[in-house]
């Protein structure tokens, strides 16, 4: 790859400052840092060093996605070729169908391989767009700013496209990503300033604008006009026992939904690798999972004759819609989240007892964990502060003894 280090140092004289294509700066070194390492090193006899930087950070999220991007491609092709067997359905409509049937594959649950490929037309086109447009903005507000265009939006590229059904129309993708990048983090000064997860902000702004499309009471199939009762909409009406998946369906992510949301067990897998890498915060994971679980149960005691949803136990709550998805990536978002040790333990519970009170006492919207985070998010600094505050009041108390 020795020709394309070479060809890379021949152009950045016309992009360096004073160079033809000065304006272009940005693209030139999102491609340079994208393929090397950054050439640049603190130089002087001082120097600090954190053998974490944002692009490495950056990868690691992304490798702990890796199993949610597996499992979004073969369940959303799972889900759909088991609805068109039932319905008797052969072909699957349009240019997807094109494609797989020049890769000589048919619409068969039970063939891995041909649930991974139909999910993966479904997943693949989302996260081009998701790319394009969201890296699009990305690269314009660098390039104004003559900043560096950063590695954050490869994250924010990938969770965004997790969040949506497989059905979303792609033009609803390219404005959604586009809300979320520019009204989420660029007005706020890019990456490190923002108070809200960009994805989440994105996915929020979709809900929101277009709830008869994703307005999370029904589950979308990757088949034409084929719909159906999320399982939390079906233990809305009746409790745990309306719900029509089995538990170890919905654990591993067997179940119709959000294309990367449905398996609680490769969310698993990413929160062991990072907590095990030190990129997540495993105080705001654990601190979400018992709050989620104190305040379900003490909801389950007090009980409801009116609401089904007082019933459901937390082990359901833990498995379906999106609560381990947003606990194990979302909720952990760095920048968003609090920064404090301590506080971060306060974020959790607050994540963790909105998420149920939103699912529960709300009626209008039965995920919620969405909401419970993006909350969050608002309150993050504030409660860094009080941390901050009380830590200083302790130690000049302790100083005066």
Known sequence: MKFIRDFLDGQHANFAKGGKFEKFYAVYEMIDTFLYTPGEVTTGKTHLRDGLDLKRLMTTVAVALTPCILMAMYNTGLQANSIMLKQGISEIAGWRGQIFAALGLTPDPLSIFSCFIHGALYFVPVFLVTNLAGGFWEALFATVRKHEINEGFLVTGLLFPLTLPPTIPLWQVAIGISFGVVFGKEIFGGTGKNFLNPALTARAFLFFAYPAAISGDAVWTAVDGFTGATSLAQAAVGGASAITVTWKDAFLGLIPGSMGETSTLAC????????????GSWRIQLSTLLSMCVFAYLLNTIGSTTNAMFSLPAYW??????????????????VSASMTFKGQYFYGALIGFMVILVRVINPAFPEGMMLAILFGNIFAPLIDFFVIQSNIKRREFRNAQ
């Open 268 to 279: 698993l897998f990413g929160a062991f690798w990072l907590v095990l890498t030190g990129i």
């Open 317 to 334: 709550h833990l498995v379906l819609g999106g609560f381990a998805f947003g606990t194990v990536f979302m909720a952990t978002d760095p």
